[in-house]
Structure formats: C-alpha cells, structure tokens
Nanobody
Framework: QVKLAESGGGSVLPGGALKLSCRAS?????????MGWFRQAPGKEREQVAG???????TVADSVKGRFTVVRDYVEDTLTLQMNSLQPEDTDMYYC?????????????????????WGRGTQVTGSP
C-alpha cells in the first residue's frame, strides 16, 4: 500500500517562502507513478499546482509559475515544492498525490487524470 507523507507547511508573511516535502513509500517502483502537489480551500475543488512524470519532466500550474518549483528525487522517492513570494491567495491545505498508471506502464503526463493516492495534507498560510 502506497503511503504519502507531507511535511513543511506553516505560516509566513506575504512575500515569504516555504518548502514542502513529500515522502512516498510502499512500492519499490515509485518511478512509475505520476506525482503532484495539489491544494484545496474549504468548500472548493482540489487544484493541481505541480506535477512530475516518470521521465523527469516537472511542471507547475500557470497560476504559480515563476514562484513555485517542484523537484522529484527518484532515488529517495521524495517530492518537494519550493514556494516563494507567497501571497494570501496561496493559503490552502496542500496535498501530495500519486497516480499508479499500472504495473507495466510509466507516467507520461502528470496532468489531467485522477490521482488515487493522497497524503494527509499540510496547511500553508500566507498572510499577516
């Protein structure tokens, strides 16, 4: 059973920075998985903000481009999200997600499909 564990959330002033980390476990071939960061405010749909595939392609949503950077370590099975210039609108619960594409497949795109593994989330607050 795949488990995802986030860490690194907190509260910062507008313009500040935070780094989120996610550690994956439970499958010796996590490289096959799509991995991503998502955020969700109460009463709103979960929004994907970053995604990584099996081939080293790391991308972020247009809404955070230039401020957020995602990095995946395929050896340590970790996923980090560096968030700079945080703003009040970035305040959300952030979740690490994983998508199993099948035992004989590799993730070719980390966007546009449902994820089936989730961490418990970590709160990020960017306000005074």
């Amino acid at each position: 059973q795949v488990k995802l564990a986030e860490s690194g959330g907190g509260s910062v002033l507008p313009g500040g920075a935070l780094k989120l980390s996610c550690r994956a476990s439970g499958d010796g071939y996590m490289i096959r998985y799509c991995m991503g960061w998502f955020r969700q405010a109460p009463g709103k749909e979960r929004e994907q903000v970053a995604g990584t595939d099996s081939n080293g392609l790391n991308t972020v949503a247009d809404s955070v481009k230039g401020r957020f950077t995602v990095v995946r370590d395929y050896v340590e099975d970790t996923l980090t999200l560096q968030m700079n210039s945080l703003q009040p609108e970035d305040t959300d619960m952030y979740y690490c997600g994983g998508r199993d594409v099948g035992s004989s497949a590799w993730c070719s795109s980390a966007w546009g499909a449902a994820y089936n593994y989730w961490g418990r989330g970590t709160q990020v607050t960017g306000s005074p």
